[in-house]
Nanobody, 128 residues
Framework: LQLVESGGGLVQPGGSLRLSCAAP???????????FCWFRQAPGKEREGVSC????????NYADSVKGRFTTSRDNAKGTAYLQMNSLKPEDTAVYYC???????????????????WGPGTQVTVSS
């Protein structure tokens, strides 16, 4: 299973971006029971969990640093998960990664060791 992120870029503080995570060519039709999680890694820092969404889409969680600003969602018909990022701050600058793992019920953890499937990452830079 290959994951591909898109939507990163350069944005001014206070701006918005929407990241997408697609799983093209999923021959086993497993997307419906994949849970997704977004991670980010800034230079010199450890990878940290940002937001996760359950396979059904009815449960989400967020890191304290992004609560109220970021929203995660998914569209199983399109095979895509999204991270809407509003009110961006310079400290949000990082490479953002999409991760996925089969999980029929519940939320996956903010533990990058839990995930077998990763995208290559997309750069988000918040700067004036």
């Amino acid at each position: 299973l290959q994951l591909v992120e898109s939507g990163g870029g350069l944005v001014q503080p206070g701006g918005s971006l929407r990241l997408s995570c697609a799983a093209p060519g999923d021959p086993d039709d497993t997307l419906d029971w994949l849970a997704f999680c977004w991670f980010r890694q800034a230079p010199g820092k450890e990878r940290e969990g940002v937001s996760c969404i359950s396979s059904s889409g009815d449960q989400t969680n967020y890191a304290d640093s992004v609560k109220g600003r970021f929203t995660t969602s998914r569209d199983n018909a399109k095979g895509t998960a999204y991270l809407q990022m509003n009110s961006l701050k310079p400290e949000d600058t990082a490479v953002y990664y999409c991760a996925a793992e089969p999980l029929r019920d519940g939320l996956p953890p903010f533990d990058y060791g839990f995930y077998d499937y990763w995208g290559p990452g997309t750069q988000v830079t918040v700067s004036s």
